[in-house]
């Protein structure tokens, strides 16, 4: 684990996330014998919610969460929470928006955790942990949403 910043992670780690969602997606439509889920392309991954969530139906939300500053290898580094949020909008409160927002969940679980090696080669091994679906509403338009993803400790060395 050599000395980098968290910008240079996250943009590592997103990309990860990018190039094997498609596949992954497919991959679970294909056990389960059905086409619940959608891929998400890369231009529907937001860091803003509010100025570039609007009119999307389904998108991924991410960014980071709060960080602790600790001592690393002689050198100080820094733990950071990035999240990934899959929403989608839930007009009727359906099952369907809900089982997919589980499917969205295990899709981004796994290819964080299939892909560790190639994570850890810029921070420590992500601590990874699943969100239960949640109900979201927009406070600006009120549209609703169910929401689902993950979230990934990471140690950054500065």
């Not at 992954?24 to 889920?37: Q, T």
């Not at 389904?58 to 820094?78: A, K, M, Y």
């Not at 007009?91 to 964080?112: G, P």
């Amino acid at each position: 684990m050599g000395k980098t910043d968290i910008e240079v992670v996250e943009q590592n780690i997103l990309g990860i996330v990018q190039s094997n969602f498609a596949a992954k997606i497919a991959e679970i439509n294909a056990e389960k014998g059905d086409d619940l889920l959608v891929d998400i392309p890369a231009f529907k991954y937001f860091s803003d919610f509010y100025d570039q969530t609007l009119n999307s139906e389904i998108f991924i939300w991410f960014g980071l969460d709060e960080s602790d500053v600790i001592p690393v290898q002689g050198n100080h580094g820094t733990t950071w929470n990035i999240f990934y949020r899959v929403l989608t909008v839930d007009l009727n409160s359906n099952t369907k928006a809900r089982s997919q927002i589980f499917r969205y969940t295990r899709a981004l679980y796994e290819i964080i955790e299939d892909n560790v090696n190639n994570i850890s080669r810029f921070c420590s091994s992500p601590k990874i942990t699943r969100l239960t679906p949640k109900d979201m509403t927009d406070i600006i338009d009120a549209t609703p949403y169910k929401m689902g993803g993950i979230n990934l400790e990471i140690t950054v060395v500065e």
